[in-house]
């Protein structure tokens, strides 16, 4: 399996160790070296492994258990939903990193003590990451220093939007070409009706703006009702995704701006639909209009 | 004078509706038929990229990322193993590493450097121009296989000469670059798009290395014999080295189908399901539209002493004219959408370029005609149960008074 | 002469509508009956009840009490399926707005009744021809009705009624949505077809095709008078 094809699916996980915490070096000191190191344990672990909070586990780094230790479960929390990952199973646990440098050290390593995968840093103004990042790698070469906002054109989510855009574009095609067709029918439909209009005398242009304004009506309580029909679509995705893969993560949101969008789209749509299939049988001659 | 010839002429005497309907019916079911080739697109293609070097086997240190995993220590004495189990025909090792080329009047390009000991037409490229890499390292001390697009933005031709250096992440480095020649030209199979990949021997990775003596490899990839199979190696290597991670292809596919494709799976089923409800919906309120705006006339005719069924068969024939008229676009426009759709997608970081999301399948053409074809009986049938249980006489009178 | 059978009875019928605003007797007890060659006109104010007899008496409706008898078949003890095949082929329907298929050709309209009870394509082709000439519109077979006058309408209508020569022809305001003068070229026709020896009911207020009939019953309120 090489190694570029992972790192596409996996490319953000460089650093995502599950180890946070402060090194708590006079907490360690007055600890009894009986009690039980504190724990904390993903609500995913605690349900595979019936662990509750209080009970005592054990943690070893090989499967034969030669460096095991015991840990006290303290709390039980749910995980940060990482969408690069939301397929995994969070079987995970945290604890603090002195504990952990003494479960893994290598007694024939020294520095296996004082080895960390990553090192988070939270700058005072986030904006200086990129220049912190280049002054650090330029201090000390051989370190990979990396801001964690991706620049967009290494962003994979981006490309995804761009993808959703396409597929919307393309819905709104079809449904565009539906909306005509029932348009050029409802306008069939009045067609002696707006024979009759005409033969009293109202002129194309009254009987276009009443069209325009039922169309308006029309496509608004359309669009409104398109809009909640996507807020009901919106629990019903995430609640299935949600249970399908044991997460929190938020698979799709339905923002007011989104919803405002499609509004703004629909709208404008409906009404030039409606207008544009009445043009056709307006611009006809009065009495083919009422010839049956 | 049969009902599809009468549901012909009502779709011809309605022509503009109909081919709105038509066209519509086409843009969805393209989508449709997209989504189809999504659910399985990326798999195959992944699947078709991992055999096409002709191994069947990985050999791995550890599960995980590649950039956090651990090099697999004593390789060449684990690829002897390994070569002389019964199941095994050949076996390769492979290290990556970044490197910068340099050569005369351009800047600096970073590539991925592959050191191998596969070559040939068991090699992870296509080669284009010159030779392969020599079976016998101490020919050559560096030779290189480089990238097409490389070869190409640089004028390098094989015989040409580069300077290349190891960067080695996580340590200070100081190595002086080495001077390489270009044997061969290629396409790189899980090249991408953004970077450029180049190969070389195993003593030339530790020429550009410094020369120290590494005996790692990151992956050692195993072309299992026919008679026995990937399954029956799979089963010899693991017992063989049980603390090694040993995939077939099968398995990493199906690794990669449950995690890397997961999102793609999922996206698939649900406009796939959304189309399909969509298609429906759209062409039975068309069709309950157009079959209201005829009540009068299916009265009469029912009045005439034209049976139920022939009516519901007409009703039926028309749903299927628009889907089915409608269907036979989707295709090529299917098409069009999909290659479309394959580029946005490929733009991520780190795809390989010659990996598909839009893949053709045969089944999913057989499954986007069967959705179809069930999508128009159920669209008709509103308007059908509509015409069977339309009362004559009043329909008549409300036409007459309306 | 051909011996006078009974082709169609309607025994004390009535016909009650359920309505929002209450139940309303469009038929109250009608009896009626049409035999061979019968020429059968009935006239009456809006309303009384002349269609909702004549949708009865051509199969396409039932009673809500009494009974229609069509030759000698008690109709509400036939299938739907069973009173389709009558309308089919023993009564023609002639309506008063004509309803001819829009997207079909004055022939293909008259052939429709004929493929639907399954007369070969020749043998289709040729009873259409006959009709079409019958009719006086030879020269529209081709034509589309959006191509055809009100009156040359009713006429294919009414050459469809015939396509399966029934024994009835059952006409519900024939010269409604037609002038005088196309009226009177229609009550024509009904004379020629009645003359030919087809049986006739026909519900109008055009006092000419009334007069044309044999037998003249007014409707009111529900309920027949002579």
Redesign the interface.
Known sequence: MTARLVRFAFVFLVGAATITGVVRAAAAATRSSAEPVPILISRQLSTRAHVAVGDVVTLATDPTGTTARTFRVAAIYEPTPDPMRFTAERLEARVHLHDLVELTADAAVPASADAVDTINVRLIDPADAGQFASDLTARMPGLTVRPTSRPPEGDPFAVLDRFHLAIAIVTVVGSTAFLLALMVIRAEERRETIGALRLLGISRRSLLIEVAIEGVLIAAAGAVFGALVAFGAERIVNRVFQTRYDTTLVFVRVTASIALRSIAIAVPLGIVAGVGASWTLLRRDILTLVRR | ?TSAWLAW??T???R???A??M??????S??LFDMLLLSHGLVDS?AD?LEHAGYDV?V?STEG????RAPIPQAAELAVAVGQLPEVESVAR?R?ERAVVTTQGRPDVDV?LLGTTATGTHA?WTLLKGAELPNDPSLERCPLIVAQRLATAWALVPGSTVSIRAT??????ALPAVGCRVVGTADFL???A??YDVATTMQGLREVKGGAADDEA??VLVASRPQAGPAAAVRAIAKLRPDLRV?SNED?VAQ?N???F??FR?VSV??SSMTVV?AFL?VG??LT??TN?RL??IA?????????P?IASMLLYESALLVGGGGVLALPLGGM?AF??DR??R??????ER?HFFVFAPGALVLHLALLAATAIIAASYPIWLTARLP??PT??H??VG | MMPRATIVEARGVSRVFPMSAGPVNALRNVSLSIGTADYVAITGPSGCGKSTLLHLIGCVDTPTSGAIVFENRNVASLSEAERSRIRLMRIGFVFQRFFLLPMLTARENIELPQAEARVAAAARRARCDALLEYVGLADRADHLPSQLSGGEMQRVAIARALANQPALLVADEPTGELDEETGAHVADLFDRVHADGMAILVVTHNPVLASRASRRLTMKSGSLTS
Do not use: C, H, K, W
């Open positions: 004078m002429r009502t011809t005497r309605y503009a509706r109909s709105l309907a066209i519509g019916v086409a843009v969805i393209a989508l992944f990229l990985r791995l990322v590649p950039l956090l492979v990556f991925a992870a080695l992440p996580g340590r200070q480095s899980f090249a991408s953004d970077e990151d992956l995939y990493v990669f449950r995690n890397g997961a999102y999922q649900v406009l969509f759209l309120t068309l539209v157009s705006q009068g006339e009469a005719l029912r009045a005439l002493g034209i049976g139920r022939r959408l479309g759709l946005i997608l733009q991520m970081p780190g795809v390989p990996l004559i006489a008549l009178r036409e007459v």
